[in-house]
């Protein structure tokens, strides 16, 4: 059997995905600010230490070790490194969904004060903040392994966008698989018709379209230079 059989799906990164990784680093800055203004006013004694405040606090420590943490697998593994869970995000989102809850809490003390209530609109906007990083948490490994490519014995398949159409085709219905340009390849299927598909978007996309030619080559689908 061709080694290839045996191995499963390779995730495929977009090719800017060294800057994608830096502006998510950079957007982390948000609840990063916002942690340091939830310590100011207790540094600055115009906020004693609640449970509710030692809660955020105790979250914020945990977002500091876990943004450590990243930082080093970055180094080590680069920009292709994810898991399962980002928990980084899921901190975040524990942040802004604490102190939009410190906020509102602190209005609504208010208002029962003076009996005068009003709408807040920050404490909505930290909590859909919140839920878009709870989503990035457990949906972005999710999302980079649709884009993908699978080489197998009967055939290969896979998605070049997390989100079009994947492809996919078994050995007995293709003819041959040529190349086309740098990053392209054409299939050929028995029955005339054709289709193209760009590794061009893909981060080392030659290298992944040179893997396809190789496996067609290798298991059936002849090539054509």
Same mark, same amino acid.
């Given at each position: ?60 420590? !945990?977002?500091?070790?876990?943004? %450590?943490?990243?930082? +080093?697998? $970055?180094?080590? #593994?680069?920009? @292709?490194?994810?898991? *399962? ?51 990035? !948490?457990?949906?972005?490994?999710? %999302?980079?392994?649709? +884009?993908? $490519?699978?080489? #197998?014995?009967? @055939?290969?398949?896979? *998605? ?66």
């Amino acid at each position: 059997m061709h080694p290839l059989s045996a191995s499963g799906p390779t995730t495929l990164y977009h090719k800017n995905r060294v800057r994608i990784e830096r502006v998510r680093g950079f957007s982390h800055l948000v609840p990063a600010l916002i942690l340091l203004g939830g310590l100011s006013g207790l540094l600055g004694g115009t906020e004693s230490l609640t449970p509710l405040l030692g809660l955020e606090l105790a979250v914020g420590a !945990a977002y500091v070790l876990l943004l %450590l943490r990243e930082l +080093r697998q $970055l180094r080590q #593994h680069g920009p @292709g490194h994810h898991e *399962r869970v980002a928990w980084l995000e899921l901190a975040a989102a524990g942040i802004l969904a604490l102190e939009g809850y410190h906020i509102w809490h602190r209005h609504h003390e208010t208002a029962l004060r003076t009996g005068e209530h009003r709408l807040h609109v920050l404490p909505w906007l930290y909590w859909a903040v919140a839920v878009w990083y709870g989503f990035m !948490a457990f949906g972005m490994a999710q %999302l980079h392994k649709r +884009r993908h $490519l699978h080489l #197998h014995a009967g @055939g290969f398949s896979g *998605r070049l966008h997390p989100f079009w159409r994947g492809f996919a085709f078994r050995w007995d219905e293709v003819a041959r698989v040529e190349p086309a340009g740098e990053t392209d390849v054409v299939v050929h299927r028995t029955d005339g018709s054709q289709q193209r598909l760009s590794f061009g978007s893909v981060h080392e996309g030659a290298a992944h379209r040179n893997r396809l030619l190789a496996h067609a080559a290798g298991m059936g689908g002849g090539t054509e230079s």
